[in-house]
């Protein structure tokens, strides 16, 4: 008998011991995140219910959250995050509504300043009315002209890393998740969109209800406004556009119902309900946005060759890396972008084939190389593990936490092999689903479920140095392309004097072209040059990818035909990615400094708070 309860004992801590060691739970009292003021170790939002509406002559949104809390440990206080937003009233739900609040000061302007409520005792229930401001870091209000159709004005809004609390207060951190639901009253010539159930079509009443059932943490929210279409793929996806734009959409990402499927044989289902996707206005600062449900996504990737749905299968990734297991501060991103990016390239590989996902890694391995150049191999933010405590979190994102997160991703792949390091990452997608995860408890899983434990093999793969330390470990893999040798091949060819219309370019693809560009030597002649652009048209691409590649090299060279070619590009596309990187090559250089300031002071109003907040900062300095 006592030998039978000592057996069960020992059973039970056995497998309380070994089901802990299986999956770490992370912090009951959550994880510090330096980016919020909210005291969400006590209290925490569970649902949320914005009615707002839409003012297009003002540029405002006004409304009122209501929120449903959880006052885990008998908090006195609720605090939320605010910036730049107009508080009206605060209320509880109950007898004695009214509940006295303080907007405190702002320290830094991207922390914005914190909005602190007292709660009485069973306060569950808490709204607030207010207005943004027109100048909302997160919103974006387009004129007419902005769009494709020149008719009606469009709303968008880009809500990561840290800009939700610039329209709605909230606590803003990915640290905390909750469900929504919205009623938003627009002008009745525009369809209404968010991260939420979606409308196919407009409706006559301009007022749109929304469902979030899925938890999401606050940089997910997401809203846009346009006139808009939808076009289906199939019963769960399918793209929304201006209609001058709708064709075009549905032929370049008519393989989103196969990137879905895809996706779930590699890491399980889909758990978000509909997939669509919205295609924005150039302005749009990101490539993508993965907002729940609905994708954001730019234009300047529809070339009508389908080159550039990677964008596709990168923003659906995140369903599951990102959307599903959260980043638990900004400082944790790499959980988020670079699974996302290992995920992204294996989705275009069993898509369409080893040489095309090979053609991508190198891509990547390119960039990340040259932001290791850019940044120093020993500056702290090459690292996995950031520290932007202090800082705005949009400051400190490079391409590090993308393609050296992917690359570490590649490493154990390799050294694991493909079956257990998947089964490894469909499990870790499941046990932390709707969870946030940082660096620390990742990398305690990564020992408890695939290293098992055994230093050797940690010591091995440098687990340490990768996470940590900043630069690159001796075993990051390298990519080869056989694909970009005949690129290389071809280069060399010119270089050495044949003449670009006898260059052998026959079937080259966006990311053929990418490679030959970025791969042309830092002195060319402006003669070689202007060969190139007049054999192949490269300043006048119409594919955004290809000419972005060859700006940079117009800049660096001097070849000034290309100038009227960037101007335009900057006056009409408003995406981080090429504008920033673009203004700094041409202010870097004495005799274009001019020239972008020029350009700068017209295209300025065109671009999203996003793009001008970072493109100020450099030509401030
Ligand atoms: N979630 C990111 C965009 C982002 C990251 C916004 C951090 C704000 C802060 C999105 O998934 C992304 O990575 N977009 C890339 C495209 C991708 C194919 C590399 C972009 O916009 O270039
Ligand atoms: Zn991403």
């Given at each position: 008998?006592?030998?039978?309860?000592?057996?069960?004992?020992?059973?039970?801590?056995?497998?309380?011991?070994?089901?802990?060691?299986?999956?770490?739970?992370?912090?009951?009292?959550?994880?510090?995140?330096?980016?919020?003021?909210?005291?969400?170790?006590?209290?925490?939002?569970?649902?949320?219910?914005?009615?707002?509406n839409l003012d297009f002559e003002q540029h405002t949104l006004s409304?009122?959250?209501?929120?449903?809390?959880?006052?885990?440990?008998?908090?006195?206080?609720?605090?939320?995050?605010?910036?730049?937003?107009?508080?009206?009233?605060?209320?509880?739900?109950?007898?004695?509504?009214?509940?006295?609040?303080?907007?405190?000061?702002?320290?830094?302007?991207?922390?914005?300043?914190?909005?602190?409520?007292?709660?009485?005792?069973?306060?569950?229930?808490?709204?607030?009315?207010?207005?943004t401001s027109p100048n909302a870091a997160a919103l974006q209000w387009l004129n007419p002209e902005q769009t494709?159709?020149?008719?009606y004005p469009f709303l968008f809004s880009q809500?990561?890393?840290?800009?939700?609390?610039t329209w709605?207060?909230?606590?803003?951190?990915?640290?905390?998740?909750?469900?929504?639901?919205?009623?938003?009253?627009a002008p009745?010539?525009l369809?209404?969109?968010?991260?939420?159930?979606?409308?196919?079509?407009?409706?006559?009443?301009?007022?749109?209800?929304?469902?979030?059932?899925?938890?999401?943490?606050?940089?997910?929210?997401?809203l846009a406004a346009g006139?808009?279409?939808?076009?289906?793929?199939?019963?769960?996806?399918?793209?929304?556009?201006?209609?001058?734009?709708?064709?075009?959409?549905?032929?370049?990402?008519?393989?989103?119902?196969?990137?879905?499927?895809?996706?779930?044989?590699?890491?399980?289902?889909?758990?978000?309900?509909?997939?669509?996707?919205?295609?924005l206005p150039?302005s749009f600062p990101?490539?993508?946005?993965?907002?729940?449900?609905?994708?954001?996504?730019?234009?300047?990737?529809?070339?009508?060759?389908?080159?550039?749905?990677?964008?596709?299968?990168?923003?659906?990734?995140?369903?599951?890396?990102?959307?599903?297991?959260?980043?638990?501060?900004?400082?944790?991103?790499?959980?988020?972008?670079?699974?996302?990016?290992?995920?992204?390239?294996?989705?275009?590989?069993?898509?369409?084939?080893?040489?095309?996902?090979?053609?991508?890694?190198?891509?990547?391995?390119?960039?990340?190389?040259?932001?290791?150049?850019?940044?120093?191999?020993?500056?702290?933010?090459?690292?996995?593990?950031?520290?932007?405590?202090?800082?705005?979190?949009?400051?400190?994102?490079?391409?590090?936490?993308?393609?050296?997160?992917?690359?570490?991703?590649?490493?154990?792949?390799?050294?694991?092999?493909?079956?257990?390091?998947?089964?490894?990452?469909?499990?870790?997608?499941?046990?932390?689903?709707?969870?946030?995860?940082?660096?620390?408890?990742?990398?305690?899983?990564?020992?408890?479920?695939?290293?098992?434990?055994?230093?050797?093999?940690?010591?091995?793969?440098?687990?340490?140095?990768?996470?940590?330390?900043?630069?690159?470990?001796?075993?990051?893999?390298?990519?080869?392309?056989?694909?970009?040798?005949?690129?290389?091949?071809?280069?060399?060819?010119?270089?050495?004097?044949?003449?670009?219309?006898?260059?052998?370019?026959?079937?080259?693809?966006?990311?053929?072209?990418?490679?030959?560009?970025?791969?042309?030597?830092?002195?060319?002649?402006?003669?070689?040059?202007?060969?190139?652009?007049?054999?192949?048209?490269?300043?006048?691409?119409?594919?955004?990818?290809?000419?972005?590649?060859?700006?940079?090299?117009?800049?660096?060279?001097?070849?000034?035909?290309?100038?009227?070619?960037?101007?335009?590009?900057?006056?009409?596309?408003g995406?981080?990615?090429?504008?920033?990187?673009?203004?700094?090559?041409?202010?870097?250089?004495?005799?274009?400094?001019?020239?972008?300031?020029?350009?700068?002071?017209?295209?300025?109003e065109g671009y999203h708070p996003?793009?001008y907040?970072?493109?100020?900062?450099?030509?401030?300095?």
């Amino acid at each position: 008998m006592f030998s039978m309860r000592i057996t069960i004992f020992i059973f039970f801590v056995l497998t309380m011991l070994f089901s802990a060691c299986q999956a770490p739970r992370p912090k009951a009292e959550g994880f510090k995140d330096a980016h919020s003021f909210s005291n969400t170790d006590s209290v925490r939002i569970r649902h949320m219910d914005l009615n707002l509406n839409l003012d297009f002559e003002q540029h405002t949104l006004s409304g009122v959250v209501t929120l449903k809390i959880d006052n885990l440990k008998k908090a006195r206080t609720l605090v939320l995050d605010t910036r730049d937003l107009e508080i009206f009233k605060v209320e509880a739900q109950g007898d004695n509504p009214g509940r006295t609040y303080t907007l405190g000061s702002v320290a830094t302007d991207y922390m914005g300043a914190p909005l602190t409520i007292r709660l009485q005792p069973g306060d569950s229930v808490i709204s607030v009315a207010y207005k943004t401001s027109p100048n909302a870091a997160a919103l974006q209000w387009l004129n007419p002209e902005q769009t494709a159709g020149k008719k009606y004005p469009f709303l968008f809004s880009q809500s990561q890393a840290i800009l939700a609390r610039t329209w709605v207060p909230c606590q803003d951190t990915p640290g905390v998740r909750f469900t929504y639901s919205a009623t938003i009253q627009a002008p009745k010539e525009l369809l209404v969109l968010m991260s939420a159930s979606n409308p196919k079509e407009k409706n006559k009443t301009g007022i749109y209800h929304f469902e979030m059932e899925q938890p999401i943490p606050s940089y997910l929210l997401a809203l846009a406004a346009g006139d808009l279409r939808f076009r289906a793929f199939d019963g769960r996806s399918g793209v929304y556009a201006e209609p001058e734009m709708i064709d075009k959409a549905a032929y370049e990402f008519a393989d989103t119902p196969n990137m879905i499927q895809t996706a779930e044989k590699l890491y399980g289902p889909y758990r978000w309900g509909r997939y669509d996707i919205l295609v924005l206005p150039p302005s749009f600062p990101f490539g993508g946005m993965e907002n729940p449900r609905l994708t954001f996504a730019t234009p300047t990737v529809i070339t009508g060759d389908r080159s550039l749905v990677s964008l596709i299968a990168h923003e659906l990734a995140h369903s599951w890396s990102g959307n599903l297991v959260t980043n638990a501060t900004w400082n944790d991103i790499w959980l988020n972008e670079g699974f996302t990016t290992y995920f992204e390239l294996r989705i275009m590989e069993a898509l369409y084939g080893r040489e095309y996902e090979e053609m991508l890694e190198q891509i990547g391995y390119q960039d990340l190389q040259r932001t290791l150049e850019e940044l120093g191999s020993d500056n702290p933010d090459t690292r996995l593990a950031l520290n932007v405590d202090d800082r705005d979190p949009d400051e400190a994102l490079s391409l590090i936490a993308y393609e050296k997160g992917r690359s570490f991703l590649k490493m154990l792949e390799i050294e694991f092999g493909r079956p257990r390091f998947d089964a490894f990452l469909k499990k870790y997608f499941d046990t932390y689903a709707f969870q946030s995860m940082d660096t620390e408890h990742f990398t305690q899983y990564l020992r408890d479920n695939l290293i098992k434990h055994r230093r050797r093999v940690e010591g091995q793969i440098h687990l340490r140095e990768w996470i940590y330390e900043p630069g690159l470990p001796e075993n990051c893999p390298v990519p080869d392309s056989p694909e970009f040798r005949k690129v290389d091949e071809q280069r060399m060819a010119f270089l050495k004097g044949t003449p670009a219309e006898k260059l052998d370019v026959k079937g080259w693809s966006t990311h053929h072209w990418l490679h030959f560009i970025r791969a042309l030597p830092r002195k060319m002649t402006t003669d070689q040059m202007a060969a190139l652009d007049t054999a192949f048209s490269l300043s006048a691409s119409p594919n955004s990818e290809i000419a972005y590649a060859w700006f940079r090299q117009a800049i660096g060279h001097e070849y000034a035909p290309a100038l009227p070619y960037i101007k335009r590009f900057l006056l009409h596309v408003g995406r981080a990615k090429f504008v920033v990187p673009l203004y700094t090559a041409l202010n870097s250089h004495k005799a274009y400094r001019q020239f972008a300031r020029d350009v700068y002071k017209k295209a300025r109003e065109g671009y999203h708070p996003v793009a001008y907040g970072a493109v100020d900062r450099l030509l401030r300095q």
